[in-house]
């Protein structure tokens, strides 16, 4: 694998490389990037990953200082899943100047986890479509447990007439259910006990709507008060549709229930596809 960290000579590793297809990171890397790299393969000839923890899309009470950053043994996990290029830029190859120019998502960037969040999808966009100018791919993955990024980032792919194919990837769990994160190693013993009942909650809602329930407003209430019960404070449990997350209106629209939530300090997401 050859990494590299400025823009010009990534592009110049990068051309005739053939059907480019990209996956962006934070690093701290999991069996889920790893998932993601090993689909990518299906998708192209060339394999980029990238890491890069961008500060614009942390708030100033969010954990960028405390992000975990563990380049050596990243490198060793994606030259075992067959990258081929690492992109691993420094603040200052990325952002030369200050950052002036934003890309504005639009309503979707300010509900669910943009209310708690604010300013969250724009830094995401803005840096997204960075890198997509800095590798210049054909395909790019992301994760599903980031569900509302992925929709941000594949209407913004869309209404932008990029040349990409956003394609997203299954969410990768732990034998118990939880969902891998970087932020899961933030979990005390205990709170990684505990912390696989999100997806429990989920997933009685998804065979609840399944069965025919409708009052998503009733399952919504009653699964944010377990997680009370239990000693999480959520931010939300909402069902959407999948297409744009704006609350179910089309009686045939493919659903998905989300959440967020916090045990102590760590905040988890979650989803499931209906």
């Known amino acids: 694998m050859h990494i590299h960290a400025t823009i010009p000579a990534l592009r110049a590793a990068l051309k005739n490389r ?36 961008n500060r614009l899309q942390f708030g100033p009470a969010e954990d960028f200082d405390q992000y975990p950053r563990t380049f050596q043994a990243d490198c060793e996990k994606l030259t075992a899943a067959g990258v081929d290029l690492l992109f691993a830029p420094s603040e200052a190859d990325l952002y030369p100047e200050p950052q002036a120019y934003f890309i504005e998502p639009p ?5 669910l986890d943009g209310e708690f969040r604010p300013g969250h999808f724009r830094g995401v ?3 997204v479509n960075k890198l997509f100018n800095c590798v210049q791919p054909q395909a790019a993955l992301f994760g599903k447990k980031d569900y509302q990024q992925l929709m941000v980032i594949r209407n913004m792919a869309r209404q932008l007439a990029l040349p990409i194919d956003i394609i997203g990837g299954e969410t990768v769990r732990a034998a118990d259910g939880l969902a891998l994160s970087s932020r899961n190693g933030y979990l005390s013993a205990a709170e990684r006990a505990e912390a696989p009942r999100l997806y429990r909650l989920l997933t009685d809602i998804g065979n609840a709507i399944r069965s025919g329930q409708r009052d998503f407003a009733a399952l919504e209430a009653q699964a944010i ?8 404070q959520t931010d939300y449990v909402a069902v959407r549709q ?3 997350l704006t609350p179910p209106a089309d009686p045939a629209a493919p659903l998905v229930a989300l959440a967020a939530s916090r045990l102590s300090n760590t905040r988890l997401i979650d989803n499931i596809e209906i």
């Open 225 to 232: 008060a377990e997680l009370s019960a239990a000693g999480w």
């Open 107 to 111: 309503a979707i960037q300010h509900v």
């Open 242 to 244: 999948q297409a744009d």
């Open 125 to 127: 966009a803005t840096v």
């Open 18 to 53: 053939g059907r480019v297809v990209f996956v962006p990171t934070m690093g701290n890397l999991h069996a889920g990037h790893i998932s993601l790299m090993e689909q990518a393969r299906a998708h192209g000839d060339t394999v980029v990953a990238s890491i890069f923890v």
